[in-house]
């Protein structure tokens, strides 16, 4: 069974309750009834439903869902899954940054200074060399990677990745395309 046809069986409201009841011990269509406040008639259709897709196991009254079958869906699915895109092409860099950026986004900002550096490196490559920026833009651009932009734009600053005067920023530093 794959991950995808449990997700569709786990997206009915319905089935999704029957089987956290299984879950957390009903065994029989009555206790997944009282556990879940469905009616048996629910519960039934579910079940039936559940098992005919091979995550229940169905005996008359009594229900076993086959728990091991959602570990080996993730498993196969994490398996078949394509690697991550590279966000550096040097190796340590990438490691760094697939540490704290997921989903384009910074996770949280690196205590340790020398994994910041290569953090704002990557960040101030949204800001174009040559090119003014007011304050409410840096926060823009910022935003879309971590809420705390002070602190981004306060790092940038101190690293001399951005220089600012009279609320107005410009790139300044980072490793630039030639």
Do not use: C
């Not at 090119?131 to 101190?158: G, M």
């Amino acid at each position: 069974m794959d991950a995808a046809t449990i997700v569709g069986l786990l997206a009915d409201p319905v089935r999704l309750k029957v089987v956290a009841a299984l879950a957390l011990g009903a065994g029989t269509i009555e206790q997944v009834a009282e556990a879940s406040g469905l009616s048996l008639k629910e519960v039934a259709l579910a079940a039936r439903r559940l098992a005919r897709a091979g995550l229940v196991h169905r005996d008359g009254h009594d229900l076993v869902l086959h728990t091991e079958r959602f570990g080996a869906a993730a498993r196969s699915a994490a398996a078949a899954a394509p690697p991550p895109e590279p966000l550096s092409d040097d190796p340590a860099a990438d490691a760094v940054l697939s540490a704290f950026v997921r989903d384009g986004r910074l996770v949280s900002i690196p205590s340790q200074r020398s994994k910041r550096l290569v953090v704002l490196d990557h960040l101030v490559r949204v800001f174009e060399p040559g090119v003014r920026y007011p304050e409410r833009e840096v926060n823009a651009l910022l935003a879309v990677w971590h809420p705390d932009v002070a602190a981004l734009r306060r790092y940038l600053v101190d690293e001399a990745m951005l220089s600012r005067d009279a609320g107005v920023y410009w790139r300044s530093g980072g490793y630039v395309e030639v």
